[in-house]
């Protein structure tokens, strides 16, 4: 190792450095045609040194360790800057002794760089032409995005970890219109693994589901605001879990004070009985998935919920000292020049034992959602805003006509807490989840669930139905 890494990871409580390589690729197919082709290569390392309360960071651009030696000059300033970080921190008297372990690769059976690129675009236009079946249909935007990013992790623990992950994600974004009227919809498909994600017409018909679902608004009726029961059904995906619960989990936001309906709460009911939240990196081609987290520690399955109620918080190595802890190894970082913080990887509820047609047919009057739009939470008091892409109206228990321009009001607290059914099915969503500045990949996961009662906003005035 050369001796300013070693140096460095000498100093202070605790010292970690970063190696990071990536490569990436995106097409966007807009208007039938290729509109933008983006592919690059990153590589760098991220220096950081802890002392007390204090962290401090530090980032250079520049070869990876994957890629050969390091020239004289990224060792001089490598160099420059571990001094600088660490200048005045004592250093601990003791050789650095590293326990390597091996490479961790991901399952990947057809790597997104063994394609060609004419069959990538060959698979953005069939998609395409599977979208177009309306005359209706103003506009279709697809997009293939694939990642390669390989990291290495050494810190002053004597861990020594190296990790490869690759993410492939596929998007449709259709809009329609009629008499000045626009709709949209919107699909997603993907995650931690090769091209065989998107094997067997996948792209074709998540294209027609967005394609379809934006039509089919056309003619929904507006939604009748008021507060009523709500079933969220599994194919709606995790965002309403992720947004309302994930973030307030988070240790950062329980130690800072911004998540105070679950501080202080472990051991107490925080949801309904048959309510359990997990997160899991384990997960086999989650799109949150990894091995290690972005501070080597291994990655582990954790119940934050149980039966309602709260068993731990999601930890890194900074929040889980400050509680005399160990990290439970979601520590999460966008890239080499970003620290570690909390952050979720695959969150979902479990799924429970009863029946989703009968979750569906208990509903007197109230709105089925099958699919979750974007949304707003305040984590420090709970309250959310989330817009439904597409949902139902349903009396009687019969799934009557589509119901356009619904949102869904609450607080998240109140919302968990008066679940009282939960699906024997699951769903999953992916994405990318934002926090601090920070962009990671992540899956949403969620049964059918029913709730009692939901304020449910929309543009429409009156009473009875949508």
Same mark, same amino acid.
């Given at each position: ?22 490569? =990436?690729?995106?097409?966007? /197919? ?11 290569? +990153?590589?760098?390392?991220? &220096? ?12 250079? @651009?520049?070869?990876?360790? &994957?890629?050969?030696? /390091? ?17 005045? *921190? ?40 599977? +979208? ?66 998107? @094997?067997?017409?996948?792209?074709? !018909? ?14 929904? +009726? ?19 879990? =992720?947004?309302?619960?994930? =973030? ?10 911004? +998540?105070? =309906? ?28 990894? &091995? ?40 999460? !970082? ?48 709970? @309250?959310?805003? &989330? ?5 139902? /109206? ?33 769903? /999953? ?6 926090? @601090? ?16 009662? *939901? ?9 009875? !139905?949508?």
């Amino acid at each position: 190792m050369p001796d300013p890494f070693a140096r460095f990871l000498l100093r202070g409580d605790f010292a970690d450095l970063y190696f990071e390589e990536s490569t =990436h690729r995106f097409l966007r /197919w807009e208007d039938g045609r290729l509109d933008e082709l983006v592919q690059g290569t +990153s590589s760098g390392v991220g &220096f950081r040194c802890v002392r007390g309360e204090e962290t401090l960071y530090g980032h250079l @651009d520049g070869r990876a360790p &994957f890629s050969g030696t /390091w020239r004289s000059g990224e060792m001089r300033r490598l160099s420059e800057l571990a001094g600088s970080l660490s200048a005045g *921190l004592p250093a601990r008297r003791r050789p650095m002794r590293f326990r390597r372990l091996p490479v961790r690769r991901h399952r990947l059976r057809v790597p997104p760089d063994a394609v060609p690129l004419a069959k990538k675009i060959a698979l953005l236009r069939r998609a395409d032409r599977a +979208s177009r079946f309306s005359p209706e249909l103003a506009q279709v935007t697809l997009s293939l995005g694939e990642r390669r990013k390989r990291v290495l992790i050494l810190n002053s623990l004597g861990e020594w970890v190296e990790e490869e992950r690759n993410y492939v994600v596929f998007v449709a974004q259709a809009t329609a219109k009629k008499d000045g009227l626009l709709q949209t919809g919107h699909e997603v498909a993907g995650g931690l693994g090769g091209f065989e994600l998107l @094997d067997r017409a996948l792209p074709e !018909r998540v294209a027609r589901i967005a394609a379809g679902r934006a039509v089919k608004k056309l003619r929904a +009726s507006p939604v009748v605001p008021g507060e009523m029961p709500v079933v969220i059904s599994s194919q709606a995906g995790g965002t309403l879990i =992720h947004e309302a619960v994930g =973030h307030a989990l988070e240790a950062d936001s329980v130690q800072q004070g911004s +998540s105070p =309906h679950f501080a202080g709460r472990v051991g107490k009911k925080v949801a309904g009985a048959k309510v359990t939240v997990l997160d899991d990196p384990t997960r086999a081609a989650g799109r949150g998935s990894f &091995f290690y987290d972005d501070e080597a520690s291994p990655s582990q399955r954790t119940v934050l919920i149980e039966n309602g109620i709260l068993r731990t918080y999601l930890y890194d190595r900074l929040t889980a000292k400050k509680e005399k802890r160990t990290s439970n190894g979601h520590g999460r !970082r966008e890239s080499y020049a970003h620290r570690p913080i909390p952050r979720m990887s695959n969150t979902f509820v479990a799924p429970g034992k009863d029946s989703p047609e009968d979750i569906v047919r208990s509903l007197k009057r109230g709105l089925l959602v099958t699919r979750m739009g974007g949304g707003q939470v305040n984590t420090a008091g709970g @309250d959310f805003v &989330f817009e439904v892409e597409e949902g139902f /109206w349903v009396e009687d228990g019969r799934v009557l006509r589509m119901a356009r321009g619904a949102n869904l009001l609450g607080s998240a607290p109140e919302v968990l807490r008066s679940i009282d059914r939960v699906g024997s099915d699951m769903g /999953w969503s992916v994405g990318t989840c934002g926090k @601090d500045g920070q962009n990671v990949p992540v899956s949403d996961g969620l049964p059918t669930l029913r709730v009692p009662k *939901l304020l449910v906003g929309g543009t429409k005035s009156g009473k009875g !139905r949508a």
